[in-house]
């Protein structure tokens, strides 16, 4: 694990990694010069959860002799929400956030979101805009994604559009009491966060952004098994505010 310098920066980034090695090393330069650009203190939080290629080597070169960055590597798989969650706990920045680190969301998009927080603010997210070009797996991705969404208003009476975004900033003090109450740790983890939140009171804002769906890298996502896991998460989070409305109100 890389050192780092003992003041608190003003912003912990948190970079899940699972099997990123086609792409992490650019990943990284384009998110290093996207945050020295903006001129701000930050720490990147690297978190590799079992990856199966040479992600975690790849991870232990970005973070050698660099006091911007710290990581974890797993020894057993935990699941996305799980390693953001840990991400979050061991930031030390006023502002946490994380990122997919395939930059379909690109880290150019990072100061218009951050600029949310502070108007009155507890976090802001990204709202993605979709460019999936004609190639099938990203139309399918695409129409996938708008099911969740047509799903998630059905099912949660929350203002969010987009709670499966992997662009998430919160203000640390305010999200940490929120993560107490999750209980999801694979990628339903994205959709609980944002109830639970916006339960809590946070004031939360998102902020529309280009997605541009990358042909180049290998998917992760299985579609009708992630579907189904997605469909029986969302009804176990309803069932569980239906039956405990008042264990997350604000």
């Known amino acids: 694990m890389s050192s780092t310098d003992e003041r608190a920066p ?9 099997n990123e090695a086609e792409h992490l090393p650019e990943s990284v330069r384009q998110i290093r010069g996207t945050l020295r650009g903006m001129g701000i203190s930050y720490e990147l939080i690297f978190i590799d959860d079992c990856s199966r290629d040479a992600t975690p080597r790849l991870i ?3 973070c050698a002799g660099e006091l911007d960055a710290r990581y974890w590597l797993h020894a057993a798989n935990v699941g996305r929400g799980g390693t953001v969650s840990e991400g979050f706990g061991l930031a030390r920045g006023r502002v946490v956030g994380f990122i997919d680190v395939d930059l379909e969301v ?29 190639a099938p797996d990203g139309i399918l991705r695409h129409v996938l994604s708008r099911g969740y969404r047509l799903l998630f208003r059905a099912l949660f009476d929350v203002p969010f559009r987009d709670t499966e975004t992997g662009f998430k900033f919160f203000l640390r003090e305010r999200i ?5 109450h999750a209980r999801d740790r694979a990628w339903f983890w ?12 946070l004031r939360i804002r998102e902020v529309p952004v280009r997605f541009v769906r990358r042909s180049d ?16 998460a969302a009804r176990r989070l309803r069932r569980r505010l239906r ?7 604000s």
């Open 190 to 201: 994205d959709t609980e966060i944002m109830v639970l939140a916006h339960l809590a009171g």
């Open 243 to 249: 039956a405990e409305p008042s264990s997350f109100a």
């Open 176 to 180: 940490l009491p929120v993560l107490a």
């Open 60 to 62: 232990e070169q970005l």
């Open 10 to 18: 003003e912003l912990s980034l948190v970079l899940a990694c699972y």
């Open 106 to 134: 690109h880290c150019s998009f990072i100061p218009a979101v951050l600029a949310e927080l502070g108007n009155d603010c507890d976090g802001a997210t990204a709202y993605r805009v979709y460019d999936v070009g004609l």
């Open 217 to 232: 890298k290998t998917s992760t996502v299985r579609v009708f098994r992630d579907t189904w896991r997605y469909l029986v």
